[in-house]
């Protein structure tokens, strides 16, 4: 293996200091957390002892690239308007909690355009990123996730991520994370050596590795675009071991975090990261 940063989705019971320090115990070198409950619209804020405790794990720990996942209730590109102001003012927040704490990227789902029309969807999502970039903390990314296509869901091509970029005029302050269970679900093969190669060039001419900031490491159980947003153990799911072991020995990865997202029960992060250090 190659890569440099790897990791998982760790809880945050203990806080964002905890969580640093479990992911260092299970052998990650970045992480990804939430900084509040994803079902939740509202947030406890942020004392001076949970960034205090956040930055001395960090020390500790050596682990410095921390990767937010925001809440599932934001759609920016809802149908209705009550929802969506709800959807910015929350995205403008989370931006806000990561700058508290010193975490550069926050990882977002594009939204759904509920019936509007894949236009209309990315017209709002853009206006939307548009007023939460304005109005948040600037040392802060926002990082769309790529998507499996399920239902009416935003983000499910490149084509459609590079519209999202191009609609807020390449700032730089946006980039991309792929997660691999819902590219496969999407319809992009990476299982062989050639399938994988194939899709990343893709990747290349749509986007550009200069844009890409995280990866989400997630097997499918859904079967190459079956639009089924259910991650799978490495290995264990419909993409296999090969595509794994060609991203993990793959150098435009190596500095990029590369996150599991994989079921936590009975050590399951230990063993996907065993697995893909094996690699
Ligand atoms: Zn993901
Ligand atoms: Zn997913």
């Not at 640093?20 to 509202?42: D, N, Y």
């Not at 001076?48 to 682990?63: L, Q, S």
């Not at 991203?247 to 893909?276: C, S, W, Y």
Request: glycine share 10%; aromatic share 6%; proline share 2%.
């Amino acid at each position: 293996m190659i890569a440099k940063l790897i990791g998982a989705h760790i809880p945050i019971k203990n806080g964002l200091g905890g969580a640093v320090r479990h992911g260092k115990q299970i052998g990650c070198t970045a992480i990804q957390v939430f900084t509040k409950s994803p079902q939740l619209w509202k947030a406890k804020p942020i004392t001076d002892e949970m960034v205090a405790d956040y930055k001395k794990a960090c020390e500790e720990t050596g682990i410095t690239e921390v990767v937010c996942h925001d809440s599932y209730l934001i759609n920016m590109a809802a149908a209705g308007e009550e929802l969506r102001e709800k959807s910015i003012l929350g995205l403008t927040d989370e931006m806000n909690r990561c700058a508290q704490y010193g975490i550069r990227y926050l990882n977002s789902h594009m939204g759904a355009h509920v019936g509007q029309g894949v236009e209309e969807g990315i017209r709002l999502l853009v206006k939307g990123a548009e007023s939460a970039l304005k109005n948040s903390d600037p040392s802060v990314m926002l990082l769309m996730e790529t998507t499996a296509g399920t239902g009416s869901s935003l983000g499910a091509t490149f084509e459609q991520l590079q519209e999202v970029l191009d609609g807020l005029h390449g700032d730089q302050r946006v980039a991309v994370c792929i997660d691999t269970c819902h590219i496969f679900a999407a319809g992009y093969d990476i299982r062989t050596k050639e399938t994988y190669e194939e899709t990343f060039a893709k990747f290349e001419n749509v986007i550009g590795f200069d844009r890409l900031k995280a990866v989400h490491c997630n097997d499918s159980i859904g079967t190459l675009g079956s639009k089924k947003d259910r991650h799978a153990h490495i290995g264990e799911g419909e993409i296999g071991e090969e595509g794994f072991r060609l991203l993990v020995n793959d150098k435009r990865f190596e500095n990029i975090p590369i996150l599991l997202e994989t079921p936590i029960e009975n050590q399951g992060h230990e063993r996907d990261l065993a697995k893909l250090k094996s690699f």
